[in-house]
């Protein structure tokens, strides 16, 4: 396991081999001025989410895990790593 430090932030318990690829998917989430701007790239699979977790996206670090996050006012609030599966 290892952790990922993002714009002060520290997030434990990341397996090492998805250490890199979260960490940039969430310097994207920081970067993005608009929502739509993390359709690019594809691979993100942004999408809006239901149920419990409507009103949040997330787009994809690999086949289990996605970054959750709401999108208010330009810019991306309660983040976290879920392990989908």
């Not at 929502?35 to 419990?52: C, K």
Request: charged letters at 30%.
């Amino acid at each position: 396991m290892a952790n990922i430090e993002t714009a002060g932030y520290t997030v434990r318990g990341l397996p090492l081999q998805l250490q890199q690829r979260a960490r940039a998917k969430l310097l994207a989430i920081d970067a993005a001025n608009r929502l739509n701007d993390l359709l690019i790239p594809p691979g993100n699979r942004l999408e809006a989410l239901r149920a419990d977790r409507r009103g949040q996206y997330s787009i994809r670090i690999n086949d289990r895990g996605r970054i959750c996050f709401v999108w208010r006012d330009g810019e991306s609030r309660e983040v976290e790593i879920v392990d989908y599966h």
